[in-house]
């Protein structure tokens, strides 16, 4: 009983900061500044925080837990870091010569695939028990929102619909809303894999 009325709470709360978060969006929208949902605006800078208390939460799940339940919210953690460097394209392509974001995207790509490697062992054992999560469904919704936000909110999905009436902003504003979107669910991730006592309920 205890544990369905901790769930009810949970996702009453994760419900009213989704509100929360929409009337946010909506309320710098009515600024009519179009320059908050651009790199370095108020938006993404938000994207941000969500994106880094997302992966510090699937890190110190990870941290808790067994050896042999860590690398699957490690790999989530890097998932979300790997968002992360990609919102901050912009800068990171000023601040590093060689190869600008794609470098400390790489870093990380590689660093996951050789986790992987050196825990191939389990890792399809692992996989079957992450992916029959909760935690799992909701990561992987983000990433769906996200992809789709990039996918409609693309120039030549747009102009067609819209013809004359199309400005770049639409798209910014379209894909950037879903990004947020997309990162909400990613952090609600996060929270339950880090309210997870020690490992999921099917590892011990």
Known sequence: MADK?????????????????????????GWGDTGQFKEGGIVECLQLAVLCVSAALMMAAAMRRKPEAKFFPVITAF??????????????DQAIPAGGWKTPAAILVVSAILLAWYNRRIF?????????????????????????????????????L??????RDYK?????????????????AGIELFLEHGNPPDTN
């Open 5 to 29: 009325k901790s769930i009810l709470i949970r996702y009453t709360l994760y419900t009213l900061l989704l509100l929360l978060l929409g009337g946010f969006l909506n309320y710098v929208a």
């Open 79 to 92: 998932a979300a870091m790997l968002a992360m460097v990609r919102e901050c394209d912009a800068l990171l």
């Open 124 to 160: 399809g054992r692992e996989l079957a028990r992450f992916a029959a999560t909760p935690v799992f469904a909701l990561m992987w919704a983000g990433l769906m929102v996200v992809i789709y936000g990039q996918l409609t909110g693309h120039g030549p999905f747009l102009e067609p």
């Open 162 to 167: 819209l013809g004359d009436d199309y400005a």
């Open 172 to 188: 910014r504003l379209l894909e950037e809303s879903l990004e947020m979107l997309g990162y909400f669910f990613i952090l609600v």
